[in-house]
């Protein structure tokens, strides 16, 4: 199990790059699929905490960045194609380990 969510995690990141490059109908539904197979199988109870940190850097970077490439004209457009779709995969993984984390908590009481 752990080498499928492991392919699926490579396969998310070469698809956000082959984004800039190639139209490939429905990424987003995969990037989705495949980031909710990352967090199912690849994130164990210990680094929950710290992947969820990534996570949330990793979005606000995202989305910081994609605000402010807008002035960089064509090669904006690829980098803005490319992160976006990246922020799609991690976010549907940090869905995942997120929900996984809340569950956690409540068990603890």
């Keep these: 199990m752990v080498s499928i969510g492991r392919w699926a995690f490579l396969i998310g990141i070469i698809l956000a790059i082959l984004s ?5 109908p429905q990424l987003a539904l995969v990037m989705v699929v495949l980031g909710l197979i990352v967090g199912f199988l ?8 710290t992947y969820l ?3 949330i850097a990793l979005l606000v970077i995202g989305v910081a960045s994609l605000q ?3 002035s960089l004209g064509v090669f904006a457009r690829w980098i803005d194609t490319v ?3 990246f922020i799609t995969f991690v976010a549907a993984s940090g869905l995942v380990v997120a929900i996984a984390a809340v569950i956690s908590l409540g068990k603890e009481d």
Excluded: W
């Design 68 to 70: 402010a490439l807008n």
């Design 20 to 24: 800039g490059f190639l139209v490939i």
């Design 42 to 49: 690849n994130i164990t109870g210990k680094e929950i905490q």
């Design 53 to 55: 940190i990534a996570v």
């Design 83 to 85: 992160l976006g779709n």
